[in-house]
């Protein structure tokens, strides 16, 4: 019995030491785990949109490749655009802001001027792709003289004309306008009213709402701007902005009151309008859905007054403030902006790249329309780059509201627009 309870006890602090020991080498690889996975190369990108948006799976697709290629994880995640500013702003209070960041000319000089974003001169002079990088997409990335974002995606507006209703009013159908006195000309040429005189067939199609779109369009191609972005200030009531606008308003009485804020409701898709600046992908859809269309449809980059011009909307990527390796995320950025990764994308989806390297690619897809595209992004601008630009938006949407119902003349309209920023702003 003595010989029992000796080997029982010995068995039992075996066990203990056993139980002690495994506990230990557990508690060993668990940390040893989590280590590893804190000292692991993470970049963390936030992207606007969701994961099913046009740019989306080839986002996700060309990030996995970088993780096998690199080792380096990536955490994506997608945010609403309407969600993008409220999210950024609560990040960057909380210490928690990501690497990278895709944002929208709007956005630029409000997060530099919040310092969120820095610049990337540094990176972008030692880096293989600068050459290939179009340089009107360069330009929309820049402000105050520096460079804080790299575009990726260019989605721009182009001009498209009805051939057969220039056929119809006898003008030449196998161009369009070349000027701002043919623009005009053709649109008033190109009108139908009845006999009430209301418009029923519009010679270009002047939206309404979102009129801010084309609005910028014609400052930039009149030679000036709506705004002095080295100084953040509005100039809304020079000479050329009331050149602007009354031209504006001259085109919107070959229009019609046409209340539109869907592009793809345009009346130029409806038969009632012959001319129109169209989302480059919206008149791709159009074209797609209506194939027998296209023999019928022009289209060029734009139509250009004192200088070539017109609005493209851009994606970016920068770097932000709260970054603890700003070199590896220019290094993902630079991934996802290769020539491989947006070849894939040109082929697979169809969308345009920022860079040269991918134009001939891009163009041979559907020469035609593409090459209005690259024509446009070529002489692409947006919104100027202050830090009140959403506000902005909303005063240059109402003062050509307030042209076109006759509420105030072009030089009232501005320089109550030029007055009421200022207040705002100061």
């Known amino acids: 019995m003595k010989v029992k309870r000796i080997i029982t006890m010995i068995m039992a602090l075996a066990a203990v030491g056993c139980t002690a020991g495994c506990g230990e080498t557990k508690e060993a690889e668990t940390v040893e785990t989590k280590v590893a996975e804190e000292s692991a190369e993470v970049i963390n990108l936030w992207t606007r949109g969701t994961e099913t948006d046009a740019t989306g799976p080839y986002l996700l697709e060309a990030v996995k490749k970088y993780e096998e290629e690199t080792g380096i994880k990536v955490n994506v995640q997608f945010i609403p655009h309407d969600d993008v500013e409220t999210k950024w702003n609560s990040a960057f209070a909380s210490g928690t802001a990501p690497d990278v960041i895709d944002m929208g000319i709007v956005h630029i000089a409000g997060r530099v001027n919040l310092q969120h974003i820095v610049p990337l001169d540094e990176y972008y002079e030692s880096w293989e792709n600068r050459d290939q990088l179009i340089p009107a997409m360069k330009d929309l990335g820049m402000y105050n003289g520096k460079l804080y974002a790299i575009a990726h995606f260019p989605d721009p507006q182009i001009f498209a004309y009805r051939k057969d209703m220039f056929k119809e009013a006898g003008l030449d159908e196998s161009r369009a306008p070349e000027s701002w006195e043919e623009l005009l000309e053709y649109a008033q040429k190109l009108t139908i009213k009845d006999e009430n005189g209301e418009v029923t067939r519009a010679g270009i199609a002047v939206p ?32 050329e902005a009331v050149e602007c606008i009354e031209f504006l308003d001259s085109l919107q009485e070959c229009s019609g009151m046409l209340a539109s804020g869907n592009w793809s409701e345009s009346p130029f898709f409806k038969d009632s309008a012959a001319m129109a600046y169209i989302p480059n992908g919206v008149l791709k859809n159009y074209l797609k859905e209506n194939p027998d269309m296209k023999e019928n449809i022009g289209m060029t980059a734009c139509v ?55 134009e001939d690619e891009y163009v041979d897809l559907d020469p035609e329309v593409n090459q209005a595209v690259m024509d446009a992004i070529a002489c692409g601008y947006g919104n100027p780059k202050v830090s009140w630009a959403l506000l902005y938006e909303k005063v240059l949407d109402q003062l050509t509201e307030e042209v076109f119902y006759d509420v105030k003349t072009p030089e009232e309209a501005l320089k109550d627009a030029q007055e009421s920023l200022m207040s705002e702003i100061e």
């Open 208 to 239: 309404m709402e979102n009129t801010r779109f084309l609005a910028n369009i014609l400052i930039h191609q009149n030679g000036a701007v709506f705004a002095d972005e080295d100084a953040n200030l509005p100039t809304m009531d020079t000479p």
């Open 304 to 358: 250009p007054g004192k200088e070539t011009a017109t609005w493209c909307g851009v994606w970016f990527y920068g770097v932000t403030s709260q970054s603890k390796n700003p070199e590896m995320a220019f290094d993902l950025i630079s991934y996802l902006t290769s020539e491989a990764v947006l070849s894939s994308r040109v082929e697979m989806a169809g969308l345009p790249s920022a860079f040269r390297y991918n």
